[in-house]
Structure formats: C-alpha cells, structure tokens
C-alpha cells in the first residue's frame, strides 16, 4: 500500500507541474467565397441568388483543453452557438466560454459586410489550452452558420515549433443549426419544433456540394517557459511538515486563480480563498487528518505548481 501511495503522488507531481510550458501566437484568416450559382456558375454555393444584405457576423471562439467542449455535430447547440447561428449575437457564447474551466480564452474577431471578404484575427493559445472552435453566422439566415469544432494546434513534434503546427488551411462549409425552420435567406423564422440538432446544410437548399470559404491558421511565434524562470516558483509554503496551519508567502504580482488542497486519492479536500493584493496567506488544516497531501497553485496565465504537503 505505501509503495502504491508513493507512486501515486509522483505520478500526481508529474503531471500537474509545468517545467516548459509553450504558448504559442496564430493569425486566422477566414476568406468567404460565398456567391451564387448565377454569378458563378463553377464555383458558387448558392443555388438561389444571395440577398442584398449577405454578410458574415463577427468571428468568435475560443481555445480549450477538451473537444467537442462547445459545439458538436449531430449534438444540440448550445444556447451561446444558437444565438450565434440565428443573430450573429455572441454575448451568450462569450459567457458559455468565460464560464466553463474546459477553456482558457474567448476568441473575438471582427464581422465582414459582404459576401465574399476576409476577416483576420491574432490570437495566442496556451498548450494546456490547445483546442480552437471559431463560429460565424451566415446572414442573413435561419439558424445557418460556418464552424471549425476542436482544431488541435499542437503538432507532436517538439523539436520544431515548441511543437506547434505550421500553417495550415481548412475547408469551410455551412452548418444547420437545428434551432429554427428555413429554406431561404430570412431572419424572420418559426423555431423548430421539436429542437433539432448541428447537421451539415451541404446539398441542402439553398447550398449546393461547394465549399463557401477556407480557414488559414498561420504560426507566427512561440515560447518555452520554463521551470526556473516562473515568478510561481519564488512562492514559499510553510511550514513543511506542519501541524495544521499553512503560510503561502511571496506571491505580490502573481495572479493567482486557486489553491487547492487534494488527498493521495486525488479528491479535493479543501480550496483555500484567493484575494488578489496580499503578499501573503495563511490557512488553518487542523480538520484534515494526519496525513500526506498535494497542494496545487494555479496562475491565471495559466503556470501551475503542486507540492507534497505533510500534516503532522
């Protein structure tokens, strides 16, 4: 058993320490090509032709750890992906992200006042965070709209890049978001009844097969942290052992998001208050048992340290 437990908070230490964390910085150019039939009988995706108004609502997203975390096909949109497919709102979408410990950061772009165009976005993204789903609606329309769902950014190669990817495009296509009826340009609509689901609008009046634009994700620049450069490797916790209250001292300028307290079972047991300001805090542990935990301090950039802490 002690051998198990032993192994268990080395394994726990790997894993949530960061001794080269890599962040990265990406420019994403979404180019629509969206036309119709009649102005471009090759290329054109509209087998009707395209209101006076067409134009693409502004580009949002974000970067997470998990996929499908915000938007799936063949799933239900959300509420912030739904009012984002219907009016091009994002307020909805920017909360569902601000909200959700899967993401890191809420990506906002610009929107295009016409049909064809570009829109062109910056944006850094953290290898805890590697994951961008980006969204705009087609408009004006029901509920139709174009998405990238879970873009993994990291390459696997460490050795070029930090183990970022090189540029890359992909191919873009329209998207039904199940939440209102509609066979045409309108924003005047009936919500579907029952709500349906994310489903490809490919071939599906009034889009044809064709692509209706491309998403370019260009690697600009990326860094490597590391270890013994991180101002959250200058904290000090003690004392160590201890029989029952902690100081965590030396944090002025860092911006911690949380303390957490976990048991040699991974189960958090305690979450220590955080206030932004003190050079120091100090926690009373006198209801934990004797024992050997983890204490995890968490930044809001995203560096991370853990430490065995003993109570005796």
């Known amino acids: 058993m002690k051998k198990i437990t032993l192994l ?23 180019e629509s090509i969206w036309e119709s039939v009649t102005d471009n009988p090759t290329e054109g995706q509209s087998t009707i032709d395209l ?65 064809k165009g570009t829109i062109t976005k910056s944006f850094d993204v953290n290898e805890n965070y590697p994951l961008v789903t980006l969204a705009s609606m087609i408009a004006p329309s029901p509920d139709w709209f174009i998405a990238v769902n879970s873009i993994n950014l990291r390459s696997g190669n460490n050795s070029v890049n930090n183990g ?18 509609g066979t045409t340009y309108s924003l005047t609509n009936s919500a579907s009844n029952p709500i349906g689901v994310i489903t490809s609008r490919s071939n599906i009046t009034p889009f044809n097969e064709k692509k209706i634009g491309t998403l370019t994700f260009t ?25 029952g209250t902690i100081t965590i001292s030396n944090i002025q300028g860092i911006e911690l998001s949380s303390i957490k307290i976990y048991n040699v ?29 983890l204490l995890n301090l968490n930044t809001i950039d995203g560096s991370s340290r853990s430490q065995k802490l003993v109570i005796n």
């Open 8 to 30: 268990f908070i080395f394994t726990f230490l790997i894993s949530w320490t960061s001794f080269g964390q890599s962040t990265a910085n990406y420019t994403v150019v979404f």
């Open 164 to 181: 970022w990817k090189e540029t890359f495009t992909i191919d873009l296509f329209p998207y039904d978001a199940g939440t209102e009826d």
């Open 265 to 293: 079972l991974g189960r958090l047991v305690k979450q220590i208050e955080v206030q932004k300001g003190l050079s120091k805090i100090s926690t009373n542990l006198e209801k934990l048992n004797k024992g050997i935990y």
């Open 219 to 243: 690697y600009n620049s990326s860094t490597l942290s590391t270890g013994t450069l991180d101002k959250i490797d200058i904290v000090k916790i003690f004392p160590n052992p201890t029989k």
């Open 51 to 115: 209101p006076g108004s067409a134009h693409w609502s502004t580009l949002v997203g974000a970067t997470h750890q998990t996929a499908n975390t915000f938007l799936m096909m063949g799933a239900a949109a959300s509420s912030g992906i739904e009012s984002v497919a219907e009016t091009g709102g994002f307020g909805t979408f920017k909360t569902e992200v601000n909200n959700n410990s899967d993401a890191d950061k809420f990506i906002e772009g610009s929107g295009l006042g016409s049909a």
